[in-house]
């Protein structure tokens, strides 16, 4: 029997307020850590946008667009034309479907406490670790093979990936330049709703209220011509009318010229005579009186252009001077973010092969920890007191021989700390723990110290290196001494036979 519009807004607002408990009892509950955190904010953020959706719902039902519910009211309180009728008829209609299933249950409400413990998918890449750090290496790449890139490393990008100032006008007004725009903003924007599911990217742009106001009064940086290319006089800072010939202007330099002619938006190409030619019309000719042929495609001053032309073009700089600004918001809100993702990669750049492997191994252990952490308390048969594995079970006996996890190291050096297993004592010598007590003892944690144990023995070696590397000389032994019959002896010998006459 189909619910009558009635019963949909009924069940609606049940439902609306079961979401709003359960948001409720989800911010009550205690989370720790990062990720405790991110997947409590995308429950959240899930059951918000039901309840958003329902809400519009109830909106379009309570509007009553096509009357409808009103309709509906009326043949409730038998206000139509045959009285009662059509409450008998509802009524009889109740009836028949209950003699049909009479069996059915009632569904019982769902578990509210089980919609807590939902596990939320989180979609990160490897390099952005949780998204506690950004990974834009498919943008960085597109941007150094692209015309309006250059070549730089990928911690340069990161520190510079808004900063435009470099990029020519017409590179900034072409269709490759501006879908590099867009998908790094895009990135930006997912990024951002994945580790920050409850806040609104409408609140990040609120500075960008009055961008196009500030475009047209020429008051963006880099696009005070709002892109009609209204320059005269100069080419990148080259002032044209020191040159009184083209041969004053070939001395530039190929380079030089084919830079000044691209930040004009005009043609690039040809001999270097004819560049030259090129760049030195605009010493007596306005851009906006020369041909149009010396200009690239789409670079042509608005002077030069048809109405049509020119608003598409003004459209196309807005566009492109609004997503750039957009870039440069970002990079603000994500400077530590971005400090944070530099430091990350200069460690990984710096790491050995098997330094990453057990720091994988390492994050793969707390990943699990993690899981089970929901299963601690659980009683776990476990005589033989064995490491627990992955599924929250003791491993089996032959993996614990086999791994070695049967011998028990001490370090002193760690203050008395036991390891289980050769793999864990060969891998605490790079921790924090170890690190800390060699620094305390005033000797740096190096390959020399290996499998050094004890605070003596490290002292006796590092006592040997420094005496080995400064080359020192020892008197007693090293010195020598020769008598009358030209013998000779060291010092402590010599001294000794001295002093019993013999010498």
């Not at 009924?10 to 979401?19: I, Y």
């Not at 007191?385 to 993996?399: Q, V």
Request: net charge negative.
């Amino acid at each position: 029997m189909a619910a009558t519009l009635l019963e949909q807004t009924r069940a609606a607002h049940e439902e609306c307020e079961r979401l709003e408990r359960i948001i409720v009892k989800d911010f009550d509950q205690d989370v720790k850590g990062h990720r405790e955190k991110l997947a409590q904010g995308q429950r959240v953020r899930r059951r918000l946008d039901e309840l958003q959706a329902l809400s519009t719902k109830l909106e379009r039902i309570y509007a009553d667009e096509d009357g409808a519910r009103k309709e509906e009211i009326a043949l409730l309180k038998g206000l139509d034309e045959h009285g009662f009728s059509a409450f008998y008829e509802r009524m009889k209609e109740v009836r028949e479907y209950h003699r049909r299933y009479p069996y059915l249950e009632v569904a019982e409400a769902p578990n509210e406490d089980e919609a807590l413990k939902e596990v939320v998918e989180m979609s990160f890449s490897g390099d952005e670790v949780g998204g506690r750090y950004l990974d834009v290496h498919e943008h960085f790449h597109q941007y150094v093979n692209a015309k309006f890139g250059k070549q730089l490393d990928y911690l340069e990008y990161l520190t510079s990936f808004w900063e435009v100032s470099d990029i020519s006008r017409q590179h900034r007004l072409s269709e490759s330049y501006r879908d590099y725009l867009k998908g790094l903003l895009g990135y930006l924007e997912s990024f951002y709703n994945r580790t920050q599911p409850l806040a609104s990217l409408s609140k990040v742009y609120a500075k960008l209220a009055d961008f196009e106001d500030k475009f047209e009064a020429g008051e963006v940086p880099g696009w005070s011509d709002k892109g009609a290319l209204n320059v005269d006089g100069l080419s990148n800072g080259i002032d044209m009318t020191a040159f009184a010939t083209v041969e004053e202007v070939e001395a530039l330099g190929p380079e030089a010229i084919k830079e000044s002619l691209a930040g004009l938006g005009l043609k690039t190409g040809g001999t270097l005579r004819q560049r030259a030619e090129r760049l030195f019309l605009t010493r007596d000719t306005p851009l906006a009186e020369l041909d149009r042929r010396h200009f690239v495609k789409g670079a042509a001053p608005a002077a030069l252009l048809s109405p049509e032309e020119r608003a598409r073009q003004h459209a196309a700089a807005l566009e492109v001077a609004l997503l750039e600004a957009k870039v440069r918001v970002w990079s603000e809100v994500y400077s530590s973010v971005i400090e944070d993702t530099k430091g990350y990669v200069e460690k990984k750049q710096a790491s050995t092969y098997e330094e990453l492997v057990a720091e994988q191994e390492q994050k793969a252990e707390e990943d699990a920890a993690a899981l089970d952490s929901d299963e601690e308390d659980e009683f776990v048969y476990n005589p033989l007191k064995l490491p627990m594995g992955w599924d929250g079970k003791p491993i089996p006996y032959w993996l614990y021989k086999l791994h070695g996890l049967n011998q028990q190291f001490t370090c002193e050096i760690c203050g008395g700390a036991e390891y289980w297993g050769r793999r864990a004592f060969e891998r605490h010598f790079k921790e924090w723990r170890h690190q800390n007590g060699m620094r305390a003892l005033g000797i740096p944690n190096n390959k020399n110290f290996f499998e050094v144990t004890q605070i003596s023995d490290a002292r006796e070696l590092w006592t040997s290196i420094q005496e080995r590397e400064l080359g020192g000389f020892k008197a007693d032994v090293e010195e020598e001494f020769e008598d009358k019959e030209g013998n000779v002896y060291d010092r402590r010998t010599y001294e000794d036979l001295k002093r019993q006459g013999i010498l």
